[in-house]
């Protein structure tokens, strides 16, 4: 489904709507539509920062792999560029202490792992944008960001197994193994 907001275009998949439904139907009790808000958020954080440092958002895509931003192709230095990546986390991170210090921690939690996993440095994420602002096509980022996805599986693993229940962060960094894989 495409939809037209002023200028910018929309695109919803039906995964993402699939995998947002199957969200809500196995963990009614979660806090995923939070997590939800809190990732719309970010992603304002990206506009506002693309607003200000010249670059123009053709089209927003939420689809299987999340939230994505289409940009105009014009060059930006690579500090500009890496302004527009961190801008999401940062966002994040302003609103871990409000969360904090009003008493919800639950809330704060959410905003700070959503920032520090879109730091790590996996091509698809924003900490990925951010290497790939200073060295644009480098293999070695995509091996780092293989390597980094492996560690993640390895610590789901062990989490997995330790807590017999929670298998969250291997199915993470399975998805994030799926994106790299399925990248250009």
């Known amino acids: 489904m495409t939809l037209r907001i002023l200028k910018l275009k929309l695109s919803v998949d039906f995964w993402f709507v699939a995998v947002i439904t199957l969200m809500l139907v ?29 670059k123009r958002a053709d089209e927003i895509q939420l689809g299987y792999f999340g939230m994505k931003i289409v940009a105009d192709k014009r060059f930006l230095p690579p500090i500009k560029e890496s302004i527009i990546a961190f801008s999401g986390p940062l966002v994040n991170l302003i609103l871990f202490p409000l969360f904090y210090t009003s008493g919800k921690a639950d809330y704060a939690v959410i905003n700070l792992g959503l920032a520090f996993f879109n730091l790590l440095p996996v091509t698809m994420l924003d900490g990925g944008h951010i290497i790939s602002a200073f060295f644009p096509d480098s293999k070695l980022h995509r091996k780092l960001s293989i390597v980094c996805a492996l560690a993640l599986l390895v610590i789901g693993a062990f989490i997995g197994i330790y807590t017999k229940e929670n298998f969250t962060i291997m199915i993470v960094a399975l998805y994030l193994l799926t994106g790299i894989v399925c990248e250009k």
């Open 26 to 54: 196995l963990f009614p009790e979660s806090k995923a539509v939070f997590c939800f808000i809190m990732c719309v958020l970010h992603e304002a954080g990206h506009l506002l920062a693309m607003l200000i440092c010249g």
